[in-house]
């Protein structure tokens, strides 16, 4: 708004009387300061799904809904919301201007609801209120029951962040009921239309099935055959069935079609309940993804750590040193087959190689007029049966697994001549074996074992020499029957890559509980993203290989 332009006030229409406040309001659970915030589900997901539409510049509109008050307690209910145009908006701010009021306006002319605060997104970051957004708070929404609602960058399924007036300051709205109501699908669809009018952008005219959705429901774990894709399946004869109205950029006309689809068959509403939990665990793989190193010689056997990443590459008996930060390269050939590498606690790079060897490599490699030397050392392991399917040297021993389902604990060479094993054993019984490491403390460190089996994944603890069992979770679809490929701890969880038809696919779960944190899921079908390699450094950063690419994961 320029300051030639007219000051003009954001409440239209009056304010609800006391008489109008429910005589239940006194038995509604309130918040630590006496106020109450409900929001419709549905307004959350039009919230998410107007700030994906442009995500150069930010965006907002109003908050719609009715307010309830008990002496100084107040009840917020927000039932719907309306997305407004504005030429006073870009990267770092949205305010509202003429054009706004006049959608708002417009929108109010009937029915019982009305304006009880405002929102807007953020091109980058989390939510939060901006000093610009403070102002425009303060000017147009002074009384306590308004409210104000940030939509965080890439945050499809994260709650968003609310905040209020009270106290003389903007206070964070740290509790807040979310609610769920049956819409039909015809007023789902208009306001729909109608958000995308008031901001400007077209109606898309094409008539199409959903086979868009049903192309995703197999990395949702849903049966495309089952009752929600029969429901959306394009009729086979023009005169029977029903077509949708399913535009080729907007994710909210994908999920009317869902709704209205569902309306009619229960079992498919059910399969759309399991649809809706699923994409609230997920998020677009490239939002998380940090491209690091581009080269075509790039294998899925792996190993990252201080800026340096090392692959095999067994066919040509050879290890790849590359510094990310450089984008150097260096080829060390070994002569022999090598099947597994890990990092020690030193930045020694060790590896095993089919002929029982362990292989030593300093982290630093010399120069000199001939090129790039890397020394190494060998040592034989005694007592190895089977050849090694995974390797892990951790902070006081080195683990190996074989491929006969028995584990090996090293301890660290002193001499260079051979080493014998501390102790070793039979794995748990399961399909898939990981031996993963966890920081105790800034010198010392605990492995641990994660197993899969039968659709279920487990944790078990090193304890006396042997392996405890610690926690277990049912694996979720489409994860359910789905082998795992690679493991491994990072930072904010344990990451685990699954083998399946659609493409490898990745997930994050919580440490202790195993509870599914987040799914990573691509669904790009012109240039996605398909990774077949993981690993993480010491300091919990995990890195995914893709293609040539190698990309770091931020979550």
């Known amino acids: 708004m320029t300051e030639a332009e007219p000051d003009f006030s954001i409440n239209p229409v009056p304010r609800v009387s006391l008489r109008d406040t429910p005589p239940s309001i006194a038995d509604l ?27 150069e510049q930010e965006c907002g509109g109003v908050l719609l809904g009715r307010h309830y008050r008990s002496d100084d307690k107040y009840a917020v209910r927000i039932t719907d919301s309306l997305a407004v145009p504005s030429e006073s908006r870009s990267q770092v701010h949205f305010d ?38 403070r102002r425009t708070h303060r000017r147009h929404f ?8 940030v939509v965080g960058a890439g945050e499809w399924g994260v709650p968003v962040g609310f905040w209020r007036w009270a106290d003389g300051r903007l206070r964070a709205v740290d509790e807040y009921c979310v609610t769920t109501r049956a819409v039909p699908p015809h007023a789902v669809l208009e306001n729909h239309r109608r958000s995308l009018r008031a901001c400007g952008m077209p109606e898309d005219p094409t008539e199409a099935s959903a086979l868009r959705a049903l192309s995703l429901f197999p990395a949702l774990g849903i049966d495309p055959r089952g009752p929600l894709g029969r429901s959306l399946l394009p009729p086979k004869q023009p005169s029977g069935g029903r077509r949708w109205l399913l535009g080729s950029g907007s994710e909210l006309q994908l999920i009317v079609g869902l709704a209205s689809a569902a309306a009619e068959d229960t079992s498919a509403a059910a399969e759309l309940a399991r649809a809706k939990d699923r994409l609230l665990l997920t998020r677009p793989l490239r939002d998380v993804l940090q491209r690091s190193l581009l080269d075509d010689d790039f294998t899925d056997l792996m190993a990252v750590q201080r800026g340096v990443c090392c692959m095999l590459d ?48 300093p982290p630093t490699v010399k120069q000199d007029e001939a090129g790039y030397q890397y020394e190494f050392h060998t040592m034989v392991m ?43 054993g039979r794995l748990p019984a399961a399909d898939h074996h990981f031996v993963l490491e966890e920081p105790v ?18 944790t078990w603890r090193w304890e006396a020499g042997t392996w405890v069992a610690q926690s277990t979770c049912e694996l979720p679809q489409p994860f359910h029957d789905a082998p795992i490929v690679q493991a491994c701890r990072g930072d904010s969880g344990i990451h685990v890559l699954f083998e399946h ?24 079908s012109t240039d996605p993203v398909k990774p077949t390699g993981l690993c993480a450094d010491r300091t919990g950063r995990v890195y995914v290989r893709a293609a040539e690419s190698l990309y770091r994961i931020r979550v």
């Open 29 to 55: 659970p309130l918040g630590a300061d006496g106020f109450r915030l409900e929001v419709a589900d549905h307004v959350l997901a039009a919230l998410r799904s107007h700030s994906a539409l442009d995500p």
């Open 96 to 133: 509202f201007d003429a054009t706004s009021m006049d959608a708002i306006f417009a929108r109010l002319e009937d029915g019982d609801e009305y304006v009880v605060g405002w929102y807007h997104s953020h091109v980058a970051g989390a939510p939060f209120m901006s000093a610009v957004d």
């Open 142 to 149: 002074t009384d306590p029951w308004y409210v104000s609602c």
């Open 314 to 361: 067994p066919d040509e008996e050879m290890v790849r040193r590359y510094d990310i930060a450089r984008g150097m390269a260096v080829h060390v050939s070994l002569g022999v087959r090598l099947n597994n590498l890990s990092f020690g606690p030193d930045d020694d790079l060790y590896l095993t190689a089919e002929d029982q060897r362990l292989y030593k490599l």
């Open 382 to 424: 005694r007592g190895l049966e089977g050849t090694c399917r995974q390797l892990v040297a951790a902070q006081d021993a080195i683990w190996v697994l074989t491929d006969d389902d028995r584990w090996y604990r090293y301890p660290y060479p002193q001499r260079i001549e051979g080493i014998s094993p501390l102790e070793s």
């Open 441 to 458: 403390s800034e010198s010392s460190s605990a492995p641990f074992l994660l197993t899969s089996q039968n659709g279920s994944l487990s």
């Open 501 to 524: 038809r659609m493409g490898h696919q990745l997930a994050l779960f919580e440490r202790d509980s195993l509870r599914l944190l987040c799914h990573f899921l691509d669904s790009d």
